[in-house]
């Protein structure tokens, strides 16, 4: 039986029950969460309940992490002079909506055991404002856990379907893809076979997208070019090494390419061709990826030549809805 193609063979609904394994994550990770402030400290004691639903689901190529849990923990810490302070967190709702959407957020109902006095009050206010935050950061990576361990369980890679080739989103006409988002990402409709010849002269300009994210240049670089990392932001199947000649496939399909430079971690070059029907045959582009590090971040441009005239704005909005919002939405609080 011949191998189905990438998008083909992920475009179906399938999803993975994790219950289980999302709470021994909490249980096992909440706890290694610790903060302090002079001779202060607090942080996370036992995780005492987890209850909700967590999942992993595939459709139309993306990977949806689905998860809405309640959790409950004690918390314990040291006050300046001493006394030892312990209290209980109830958080109603951890959520993709919460987290990743950023739809609303957490509701942080704190409770003090220790008996009430100036150094309890202290490292309760220490844990509602800076054990709060490294709470947040650390459920920020609940969505990555769940698809850099579980996604490959649901994705049919390229080369397991024995061939690179995608097939395209249903239906016709599109222009592009919806790019509200990296999690609404839904491959174009890819170019059927055509028998008109290439044209010799295509006009051409450049389009470009800088943002700077709280994270180093290698980190970024290491996202942007690990195919078990890239879903986690793309939301949708990868084949990609930042090899020379690797010929990648991004977005369940939806951009492919091939490596041509790489200057580990300042600079990635590869061609870049956009499966859409708007899209001229036998025509590739240029992106050329650049992390500048700093002190504090990272300023990270896309710079994409080759770009068919009249299409500058749809490929600029590309740039910013497949890459840019993408490690956005992981969290890495990209400054646009």
């Given at each position: 039986m011949s191998?189905?193609?990438?998008?083909?063979?992920?475009?179906?609904?399938?999803?993975?029950q994790l219950n289980q394994w999302g709470a021994a994550w909490f249980e096992r990770e909440l706890v290694t969460v610790e903060v302090s402030e002079g001779k202060a400290k607090v942080g996370v004691s036992k995780v005492t309940d987890v209850d909700g639903d967590v999942e992993l689901g595939r459709r139309k190529s993306k990977l949806i992490t689905i998860y809405d849990v309640r959790v409950?923990?004690?918390?314990?810490?040291?006050?300046d002079d001493g006394t030892e302070v312990k209290g209980s967190l109830l958080i109603p709702e951890v959520s993709h909506e919460i987290t990743v959407d950023q739809l609303s957020e957490y509701s942080f109902q704190w409770s003090l055991s220790t008996e009430s006095s100036s150094s309890a009050e202290a490292v309760l206010k220490l844990a509602q404002t800076k054990l709060r935050a490294a709470l947040e950061t650390k459920f920020a990576e609940f969505p990555i856990a769940i698809i850099d361990i579980?996604?490959?369980?649901?994705?049919?890679?390229?080369?397991?379907?024995?061939t690179a080739t995608p097939v395209g989103a249903e239906g016709s006409g599109a222009t592009g893809p919806n790019l509200g988002g990296a999690a609404a990402f839904n491959p174009p409709v890819a170019q059927a076979k055509s028998t008109k010849k290439a044209k010799e002269v295509l006009n051409t300009s450049t389009v470009s997208r800088e943002a700077r994210f709280m994270a180093s240049g290698d980190d970024l670089f290491e996202l942007l070019t690990d195919e078990r990392r890239i879903p986690t932001w793309s939301r949708a199947a990868a084949h990609y090494k930042a090899e020379l000649g690797f010929e990648f496939s991004l977005f369940g399909g939806g951009v492919t390419g091939k490596i041509l430079e790489v200057d580990r971690p300042k600079k990635i070059v590869s061609s870049w061709k956009l499966s859409s029907p708007t899209w001229?045959?036998?025509?590739?582009?240029?992106?050329t990826t650049t992390f500048d590090q700093g002190s504090d971040s990272t300023e990270v441009k896309f710079s994409l030549s080759g770009v068919p005239k009249g299409m500058e704005s749809e490929l600029e909005s590309n740039l910013e809805?497949?890459?840019?919002?993408g490690l956005k939405s992981i969290g890495l609080g990209a400054i646009l």
């Open positions: 191998g189905m193609s990438t998008t083909t063979a992920n475009w179906h609904w399938k999803n993975k409950k923990l004690d918390w314990e810490g040291t006050a579980h996604g490959k369980d649901l994705i049919v890679s390229a080369a397991n379907s024995g001229p045959a036998n025509h590739w582009a240029t992106l809805g497949y890459y840019v919002r």
